[in-house]
């Protein structure tokens, strides 16, 4: 197993910024394809952005696309969200999942516990 535990969630005014951490304990973290996705008052849980074990490829959903970045330290284990130019709409709780690689299809087989964002008008 992986234990995945999110961090640097908070208020933060619209059109400011936020970072957020997923650090990962277990297997390696090489292993994995990582992802955040977030659920957002009174919705499902929406697939955010995901980034590939080398750090080479990256997906976005189209409503944060320019305005967030995901990215890795393979060495710290963990996965990074940095959400700038932040919308009232972007208010969630933030999660990371964890694919691991070596299956025969793709799936997110961990979850981390969540971390709250809430951007205030």
């Known amino acids: 197993q992986v234990q995945l535990v999110e961090s640097g969630g908070g208020l933060v005014q619209a059109g400011g910024s936020l970072r957020l951490s997923c650090t990962a304990s277990?297997?390696?973290?090489?292993?994995?394809?990582m992802g955040w996705f977030r659920r957002a008052p009174g919705k499902e849980r929406e697939f955010v952005a995901s980034?590939?074990?080398?750090?080479?490829?990256?997906k976005y959903a189209d409503s944060v696309k320019g305005r967030f970045t995901i990215s890795r330290d393979n060495a710290q284990n963990t996965v990074y969200l940095q959400m700038n130019s932040l919308k009232p709409e972007d208010t969630a709780v933030y999660y990371c999942?964890?694919?691991?690689?070596?299956?025969?299809?793709?799936?997110?087989?961990?979850w981390g516990q969540g971390t709250q964002v809430t951007v205030s008008s």
């Open positions: 980034i590939n074990r080398s750090a080479g490829i990256t």
């Open positions: 999942a964890a694919d691991y690689f070596l299956k025969w299809t793709r799936s997110w087989d961990y």
């Open positions: 277990g297997r390696s973290f090489s292993d994995y394809i």
